[in-house]
């Protein structure tokens, strides 16, 4: 069973930093797209970035610049780099991944999420 484990959220102050992780855990044959998404109170859920196995990133206009995504294939795991951060980005936090669990099962797996507050 696969799941992903998020890690890294809480409250800042506006201009401050964090750092949100997200593992996969699980039988994992292959793992394609890795990325991070947010949904705000009241708001539909919205991409922040994406990040392919081979390397190529797309990022949320508001979030170029103040944002990046990498990953560590060795250990299953993206991450998400918040920097400048407004009380805009106020929201949970949820990581997807695209994954092959073996040679005919491949779909997309969300994390339980992770709140973010930013705030003075």
């Known amino acids: 069973q696969v799941q992903l484990v998020e890690s890294g959220g809480g409250l800042v102050q506006p201009g401050g930093s964090l750092r949100l992780s997200c593992a996969a855990t699980g039988t994992i044959s292959s793992i394609y797209d890795m990325g991070w998404y947010r949904q705000a109170p009241g708001k539909q859920r919205e991409l922040v970035a994406v990040?392919?196995?081979?390397?190529?990133?797309n990022y949320a206009d508001s979030m170029k610049g103040r944002f990046a995504i990498s990953r560590d294939n060795a250990k299953n795991t993206v991450y998400l780099q918040m920097n400048s951060l407004k009380p805009e980005d106020t929201a949970v936090y949820y990581c997807n991944a695209d994954i092959r669990t073996g040679w005919n099962t491949r779909r997309v797996y969300w994390g339980q999420g992770t709140q973010v507050t930013v705030s003075s």
């Open positions: 990040l392919s196995n081979g390397g190529t990133t």
